[in-house]
């Protein structure tokens, strides 16, 4: 059982870091909140709606959106058409409207380049943004992934590491647009082992062990804690 | 003479992308080499035109006094450099002995003395000699990865960010490894974003920047340089 009786809940507009060992059940965790594995008790809550079971897609509807520790690039497609394929609306993919409503097709997919480009920009990767993903370095890829999540704007934020493998120094970058986005109103769950980046972001930090949670509250705190560091930590602090 | 001397290397994937420029660096043995640097300054492809999965479009790559660039991987191996990529780098469905077993693929006749040799550096993989790689931990994992790569008896391990995605207490751990396997003889070189971690078990480390040696020098004198704090480990 990976995830054996966790109960925790993540607050409107924080970035709460889920911590803990390899093995732990948080990728599990992720998998169960987003809809990819259906929990064998207990109940998922989103906005107070019981969401429990629902669909990838469904809960994408409601406003969740979700990265993977290994990154998913769709291969062919540049680092630009990425993004752009993850805007939500899509007016241009309703025959009718090209045709009828040619204009306002027109406008949103210009729209959603703008979009698509400013995110290529933060994200450090403009001198790739017509490269394939296939090309990219391993990092890259791990940008190109949390870009795709950021360009559907949505309410709540699964990140599953997405700063293993990118540069510290533009870990600190992003740190900052993830503070940013989050004081727009967008709320960030986020699984990460780099503790300087959970250190900068994070309000609030959840430890798993075991499939359960062992310990939470800020950051601080969760460091003096003696079992998180004989479970987690070590002597790395 | 070196062990590993990389001179003017022009490497990349496509027909014109070129990944790196003109990326010089050495290896001594007994050494710990850090490869540091931002996204796509081509740390990883460095290792690849080392290991044999990217030939070199032109300079030079030599291995105790031969050289090696364009030779293919398993030519490269026997030749005594082994390479731990960052991803699949284990069979999951196979048991932890058969993983060593697929790693001395080329170096069947020590088989057994180098797997007692491992399992005496790694006794947490002996005591799971018969579980499956899929059910490792991500340390543990890693740990496999590496274990698979000193079946053959290296003179040199490249290492692509072996702590990426490891949590702090197992990424001390490896490097604590990484260190142990340097005390058994085997030289290593490896590209890490835990830099500064990275920085502190190295001897000597590069920094790449787009594709070609930004800085070089001591690990420590590095460590606690200004400029390389601020531009390649964020810090203010």
């Known amino acids: 059982m990976a995830v054996n009786g966790a109960t925790f809940a993540v607050r409107r507009g924080t970035i709460t ?31 107070g709606r019981d969401v429990t079971g629902w669909r990838p897609d469904q809960l994408a509807h409601l406003g969740l959106t979700r990265t993977f520790q290994l990154a998913r690039g769709l291969a062919d497609l540049t680092v630009l058409e990425n993004f752009a394929l993850y805007a939500k609306q899509h007016p241009g993919e309703t025959l009718w409207r090209v045709f009828l409503d040619a204009t306002s097709v027109r406008q949103r997919e210009q729209a959603v380049l703008e979009e698509a480009w400013r995110l290529v920009r933060q994200l450090n990767l403009a001198h790739v943004a017509n490269n394939r993903t296939t090309d990219l370095s391993g990092g890259q890829k791990k940008l190109v992934e949390l870009g795709r999540a950021l360009v559907g704007h949505p309410k709540l934020l699964l990140l599953d590491e997405p700063m293993a493998g990118v540069n510290p120094a533009l870990a600190v970058e992003l740190g900052k647009y993830l503070l940013a986005i989050r004081d727009s109103g967008i709320t960030i769950l986020v699984i990460e082992h780099n503790m300087s980046f959970i250190r900068q972001i994070c309000d ?32 790395a602090l | 003479m070196s062990l590993l001397k990389v001179d003017q290397v022009v490497a990349g994937y496509g027909a014109h992308d070129e ?139 490249l290492l692509d960010e072996p702590t990426a995605g490891l949590s702090p207490a197992a990424a001390e751990k490896l490097f604590e490894m990484v260190r142990g396997i340097r005390d058994d003889g085997v030289a290593i070189a490896m590209v890490e974003q835990n830099a500064l971690r990275s920085l502190m078990v190295s001897d000597r480390a590069y920094i790449l920047v787009d594709g070609r040696n930004a800085r070089r020098g001591s690990a420590l004198e590095l460590a606690h340089d200004k400029e390389i704090r601020e531009i390649f480990l964020g810090e203010k």
Do not use: W
Request: hydrophobic share 45%.
């Open chain 2, 19 to 157: 990944i790196l420029k003109s990326v010089g660096m050495t290896v001594e043995s007994g050494e710990i080499v850090s490869i540091l640097g931002p996204n796509g300054a081509g740390k990883s492809t460095l290792l690849k035109a080392i290991a044999g999965l990217v030939t070199p479009r032109s300079g030079t790559v030599v291995f105790m006094g031969e050289s090696i660039a364009g030779l293919r991987p398993r030519d490269v191996s026997r030749c005594g450099i082994v390479f731990v990529p960052q991803e699949h780098n284990i069979f999951a469905s196979l048991s932890i002995e058969e993983n060593l077993e697929i790693g001395a693929y080329l170096e069947k006749s020590n088989y057994k003395s180098h797997l007692a040799r491992v399992y005496e550096r790694m006794p947490e993989l002996a005591e799971r000699r018969r579980h499956l790689g899929g059910t490792l931990s991500g340390g543990q994992r890693q740990l496999l990865a590496m274990a698979m790569a000193l079946m053959v008896g290296p003179k040199l391990m």
């Open chain 1, 204 to 235: 609030h930090v959840i430890v798993l062990a075991a499939g359960k949670v062992i310990a939470e509250g800020a950051f601080d705190e969760i460091r003096q804690n003696e079992t998180v560091q004989l479970a987690y930590l070590g002597s």
């Open chain 1, 17 to 47: 870091g889920l911590l803990g060992p390899n093995g732990a059940g948080k990728t599990t965790l992720f998998n169960i909140v987003a809809g990819t594995i259906k929990p064998s008790s207990g109940q998922i809550l989103l906005e």
